[in-house]
């Protein structure tokens, strides 16, 4: 499976953060379908990192223009913090084997995905909604 993720909202800090994350399961994938152990580690360690910081700029932005799917929102990067904990315990206890390469190769790339189109794509619409608002009061 190719990774061809758009990581576009029309939010800049939320895009550039879905770009890194895009590049980093890439990479990711990359180590591997070559086998690299150890690089297969380092990176999910930075790709694990860099999600946890992507969640926070998200739930921080939900939170103050109380996004009204917040909660739900919440729930879905809990899990998925969840599983990365689970796939970084499972390479580190068992290496490449199928769970891993499954992640890697095929359920990463999916999850990003959907959660770009189903989770961000909304609250982009909402913040964008709000910031119009506020802007008009402004005015």
Request: include cysteine.
């Amino acid at each position: 499976m190719e990774m061809v993720l758009q990581p576009v909202t029309g939010w800049e800090d939320i895009d550039s953060q879905h770009a890194d994350l895009i590049r980093r399961a890439a990479e990711l994938k990359a180590r591997v379908e070559a086998r690299d152990v150890a690089g297969a580690c380092a990176v999910l360690e930075g790709l694990l990192e860099a999600t946890l910081r992507h969640f926070a700029t998200e739930e921080e932005l939900m939170e103050r223009s109380q996004y009204p799917e917040r909660a739900a929102h919440k729930g879905a990067h809990d899990l998925f913090v969840c599983d990365l904990y689970a796939l970084a315990s499972e390479l580190a206890e068992s290496g490449l084997g199928a769970v891993v390469e499954d992640w890697a190769v095929v359920r990463m790339p999916g999850w990003l995905a959907f959660h770009i189109q189903t989770n961000d794509e909304p609250l982009v619409r909402h913040l964008t909604r709000s910031r119009k608002a506020q802007a008009s009061r402004l005015a």
